[in-house]
């Protein structure tokens, strides 16, 4: 099946900085999302893009299908960003609806 | 608009027994997929129900079993609970129309065997 690959693992910042997460993923996608998850365990979506280029005040996100490769770019970062952040993707060779997560990208936002 | 729902929010069963989780999905909604999210991992696909009926299967054992009933809501059941089967069980709803779309997650179970 699809692998997927995110980075870095850990990533601290001080409030007011901007970060880019990376996903690697090993073969072509039907569909890719970005999720927050919060400390009380909720996946909160923040983008659905198979590709292209999506922004969201200070939160966007870019997919290059053709090389396999998702970004997402968090500006003037805040405590509230604090949590982790999943990439998942679809096998298109499996039904809709089974997605493939990373292992995701733990963001701490100091004050 | 509703979003995606589950019931217990916490639960704590000791090893052997039997548990039922339940999923209600996004209105509009007509497919539901169960994920099993291990402390410090990604969430894991168990399965997806479309149309009532099982439509495509991660690698779980046969302990995990589901069901759909008419108004698209679910429940993940697992039998003979393993210290291991201790996770956040997290549901996410879809529309599958034509083709893949966006999922939404509700806000989990947690699950503690001891």
């Known amino acids: 099946g699809i692998q997927v690959e995110q980075s870095p693992p850990d990533l601290i910042l001080q409030e007011g900085a901007n970060s880019t997460l990376r996903c690697n993923f090993s073969?072509?996608?039907?569909?890719l999302q970005w999720f927050h998850q919060n400390p009380w365990g909720q996946l909160i979506n923040l983008f659905y893009?198979?590709?292209g280029t999506k922004q969201n005040g200070r939160l966007s996100a870019t997919t290059v299908a053709t090389e396999r490769y998702s970004l997402l770019y968090i500006s003037s970062s805040q405590t509230t960003d604090s949590g982790v952040y999943f990439c998942?993707?679809?096998?298109?060779?499996?039904?809709?609806?089974?997605?493939?997560f990373g292992d995701g990208t733990t963001l701490t936002v100091k004050p | 608009d509703a979003g995606v729902t589950q019931s217990p929010t916490h639960l704590i069963k000791t090893r052997g027994q039997q548990v039922t989780l339940r999923c209600s999905p996004k209105?509009?909604?007509?497919?539901v997929s169960w994920y099993q999210q291990a402390l410090g991992q990604g969430p894991q696909f168990i399965f997806q129900y479309y149309e009532e009926e099982e439509r495509q299967r991660g690698n779980f054992p046969d302990r995990f079993s589901g069901h759909q009933f008419p108004n698209y809501s679910s429940e993940l059941n697992v039998n003979a609970l393993l210290l291991g089967d201790s996770a956040l069980y997290l549901c996410?709803?879809?529309?599958?129309?034509?083709?893949?779309?966006?999922?939404?997650f509700g806000p989990g179970t947690r699950l503690t065997v001891t």
């Open positions: 073969d072509s996608v039907n569909n």
């Open positions: 209105s509009g909604h007509d497919t």
């Open positions: 996410a709803s879809s529309l599958i129309g034509d083709g893949p779309g966006e999922q939404y």
């Open positions: 893009i198979p590709s």
């Open positions: 998942a993707v679809e096998d298109p060779r499996a039904n809709a609806g089974k997605s493939t």
